[in-house]
Structures are given as C-alpha cells and as structure tokens.
C-alpha cells in the first residue's frame, strides 16, 4: 500500500494529470479501488483487438501509443504518454476491444484500476468518483486537442 | 423548459452521447442547469484563441471542429460532430483558450452549460455528476479513437 501511494504521489504532479482534481487525503480514500502494475521495458500492455476492462494511469515512465496501418504489420505511433495520463479509459466504459496498441519504450510503473472497481468507487464515493472523472477528462481531452495539433499539420 | 425537455431527449440517442449514461428522471433533475443555444447555419460558435467557460453537448445537426493549419487563415477540419458528441469540454475544467475553431455548416441546437453551472450540479448531485462525467469521457474517448484512425490513414 505505501507503494501504491508514493505511485499516487508521483501521478499528482503535471497540470494534465488524471488525479490533478485530489488532494492526498482524497488519494488515501480511494487507494482501495486500484493496484499498482509495473511494465518492463519492451513488454506490451495491451494490443488493438485485446479484450478491455480496466485502464491504468502512469505514474512513472512513459507509454507508446501505437495504431495499425493498412499495411500489415505496420504501426504508427500515434502519441508517448508520460506521467499523470491516462490510457485505456474506454476500458472502464465501453466493452469493446482496446483501439490501439500500448507498449513500454522503458520501464513503467502503472496505477489500474478494473470496470469493477471503478464503478464501486464511483457508486460508493461519488464525490471522488467526479474528482476523479474531471482528471480523467481533461487527461483525454488534452491529448485529443495534441492529436488534432498533428492532424492540423499535415496539412 | 419543455424545449430543453425535447434537445435532452434527442441527444440521449447515440451510443456515444454524453448523455447515455443518464436516463429521463436524471435529465429532469440536472435540467436546471444547461440552457439551449441555437446555432444558424455558417455561424461559428467559438474561434480557436477565445476564452472559454463553458461546454456544449449536441441535440440537433452538426458542427464542424477546425484547426489553423501553419498557413495564416487556413483551416483544416479534423473532425464532424454529430448529436450527442461533446465540444468544448476543456472550457468546464481548464481557463485555457479554445483550442479549436467550431462553425455550423448547418443549423444546431446545443445544449450548454457553463463552468460555474456545471461545479454547483457535481456539488449538489454528485451521482448525476458521475453518469454525466462518464458519458462525456465516453464522447472524447471516441473522439480521441476516430482522430488515431485518421492519424494512421496519413502513415
């Protein structure tokens, strides 16, 4: 549990971070609802296809995010996420298979929380559960506005 | 109230809307809110570099999301967004400008609501917070999906 809350510890930092809406205690209150995860260096979290029920928050090391082409075999990376972010939160939402591919350029250390859990937290602390979604939000929200950055330059 | 009544009800269709995690009963309690807009056909709703304080959820038509592109006054449009879908949702969590330039090719109803409106429902009813959170993570997360597919297209 101690790791667990240095992990929430490092989350916290970064004006994008999914958890930038809580304070400490209000980490402590939900620590319950998630578990740490590490990825090595060259692992694979998920692949596009891949069953999906839970989503992880980074708290340490960064993600590759990769999308199939129409050329077989080839990926595009189509983001790095770095501490704070949040990757999977279709996961918990919707139960169709993961969009893309997430690998670990470098070591990694995750906070992941299940579709199970995330709905106990939200039902039974649904004043963190927005804190919480708020975080999450502006996570995604910020990388859709990075992602149409991109587009804008292509042309 | 009745009209409102009526845009609540068109953008619960979708099994992306922001609004699909909430049922009639709900919308009735956290009507008090959103307010209706009308947008006419070519009007625009913000350009990139506004201020921003408030978020829009689409009950009827489309609009367009444009970004400038590195040449002054051109835009490219990097994305089409129909009933249901979420514009704007940085403005209810971050004082930053608008990052996108949204028109309306067409004519759209939108139902707003604005930061403050917004922070008193998640105050006074945080369980409805919840469902309106989800539903509108749903809607970016997607968002989010449909600009990686377009990113992968360009590789």
Redesign the interface.
């Known amino acids: 549990m101690n790791k667990l809350h240095d992990e929430f510890g490092a989350c916290m930092i970064g004006e994008n971070s999914a958890f930038r809406f809580l304070c400490g205690e209000n980490m402590d209150e939900i620590s319950e609802f998630f578990e740490s995860k590490t990825v090595q260096s060259g692992e694979v979290l998920w692949k596009e296809g891949d069953p999906s029920d839970y989503m992880a928050i980074i708290s340490s090391g960064k993600l590759e995010?990769k999308?199939?082409?129409?050329i077989e075999d080839?990926h595009?990376i189509?983001?790095i996420y770095s501490s704070g972010a949040v990757v999977g939160?279709?996961g918990i939402?919707?139960g169709r298979p993961r969009?893309?591919t997430v690998s670990a350029p470098e070591d990694v250390s995750l906070i992941i929380v299940t579709r199970e859990n995330f709905s106990k937290l939200?039902k039974t602390k649904?004043?963190l559960?927005?804190k919480l979604?708020?975080g999450?939000?502006?996570s995604?929200?910020?990388?859709?506005?990075y992602?149409?950055?991109?587009?804008?330059?292509?042309?």
Do not use: N, W
């Not at 995604?140 to 506005?145: G, H, I």
């Open positions: 995010i999308k199939q082409t129409e080839k595009v189509v983001g939160a279709l939402l919707d969009a893309v939200t649904p004043e559960g927005v979604l708020e999450m939000l502006l995604v929200s910020m990388r859709l506005r992602s149409y950055e991109r587009l804008a330059k292509f042309f």
